[in-house]
């Protein structure tokens, strides 16, 4: 998830995992609150169809200005980006670049743009995909004509999108990434804007098939490092990553109108929706917590071998998102599982710390 209320690509590559405050100073913030409306309300009671196509609620619009590549290149150079991305060759680093700045233009259109527009915005931007590696595989790898943008009123946003996947172009060509990743990740944000409750882990778990995993692939594809074997290890990180997003995360999602905490584990632990609106967890939000930072630990811990099949600046990165993410899960664990009056993050010397680790054991 990069900041996005849908949490979907962008953080993944470092944004928000980890934050320059403690563990113990973690950011307070108001209580979540349940949506007012009756139609919010009637939401919250049953999960979303997939079929409404109702846009969530969500922070207020961009600007097209705010979703330039530039922008949002020049976003990424003051947030928290993995220390170990921040030492990489700038080879790489211009590579991973042109990834954050898709996967963060993918996430605002599915969070920021105007709610009525979003899904059109979405399509054009896997037409603007679609076309992009059409003109790769033309005679002499000359670009697609530029595609027109069906969402009414939304050049300039429309144009920031086409230009974020103009930016892809050498990456994907020297890298050799496939388009499934790419589309996944589009398709992971029309989801957020009709799906908001996710029934079973196994539900949640297909979200981070699209939303999650196409990110670490991508990552392989750009070190040379992939293969079949290494995907699956991958997958386990970052559906591992993506959960631990999810939970610092649950009272800022609640006021976004979405729930990603399974609603058979809310049941299983005796928790509604009215629980993760209090001001604080009371004990069995915080069981229930302890119970998802235990799955998602136990994910990343599983794909973490990967990093002992890597060599230089890919293991160094690999080892930098387990770190992110072990990092991000002991921090809840450090606010006794209090995800409603704080979003926990580490500290970076506990990051360091993890990334050393994860590096020296390989895992």
Not at 85 to 96: A, E, G, K, Q, V
Not at 173 to 182: A, G, K, M, V
Not at 292 to 308: F, N, Q, W
Not at 347 to 359: C, D, M, S
Request: charged share 20%.
């Amino acid at each position: 998830m990069w900041g996005r209320t849908g949490h979907g690509t962008a953080g993944l590559l470092g944004e928000r995992m980890a934050e320059p405050v403690t563990e113990r100073s973690a950011r307070r913030r108001p209580a979540a609150g349940l949506p007012e409306s009756d139609a919010a309300l009637e939401q919250d009671r049953t999960p979303a169809n997939p079929a409404a196509g109702h846009p969530v609620p969500g922070p207020p619009p961009a600007t097209a200005e705010e979703m330039t590549p530039q922008a949002l290149a020049a976003k990424a150079a003051h947030e928290n980006f993995p220390v170990a991305l921040r030492m990489l060759p700038r080879t790489y680093r211009r590579h991973l670049m042109a990834v954050y700045v898709f996967a963060r233009t993918a996430d605002d259109l599915g969070d920021q743009a105007p709610a009525a527009v979003r899904l059109a915005l979405l399509a054009d931007l896997e037409a603007d995909v679609r076309a992009l590696y059409a003109g790769l595989r033309a005679p002499g790898g000359a670009s697609a004509a530029p595609l027109g943008h069906a969402a009414a009123g939304q050049a300039g946003i429309g144009e920031s999108a086409r230009a974020a996947v103009a930016g892809l172009r050498q990456t994907v060509l020297e890298c050799e990434i496939p388009i499934d990743p790419f589309v996944d990740l589009i398709r992971a944000n029309q989801q957020d804007q009709v799906v908001t409750r996710y029934q079973t882990f196994d539900d949640l778990a297909g979200y981070c098939r699209l939303s999650a995993n196409p990110v670490g692939r991508i990552v392989l594809h750009v070190f040379g490092a992939y293969s079949a074997s290494r995907a699956e290890q991958s997958d386990h990180i970052c559906t591992g990553l993506q959960l631990a997003e999810h939970w610092q995360d649950v009272a800022e999602d609640l006021r976004a109108g979405r729930i990603y905490v399974p609603l058979d584990d809310m049941a299983v632990h005796g928790c509604g929706e009215q629980d993760l609106a209090a001001p604080h967890a009371g004990p069995m939000v915080r069981e229930l917590m302890a119970f998802e930072v235990g799955r998602a630990r136990a994910l990343i811990d599983t794909g973490s071998p990967l990093v002992g099949t890597l060599r230089g600046a890919a293991r160094a990165a690999v080892a930098g998102y387990v770190a992110g993410g072990r990092a991000a899960l002991a921090a809840i664990e450090a606010a006794d599982y209090d995800v409603m009056a704080v979003t926990p993050r580490p500290g970076k010397a506990r990051t360091v710390a993890e990334l050393v680790l994860a590096y020296a054991r390989g895992r």
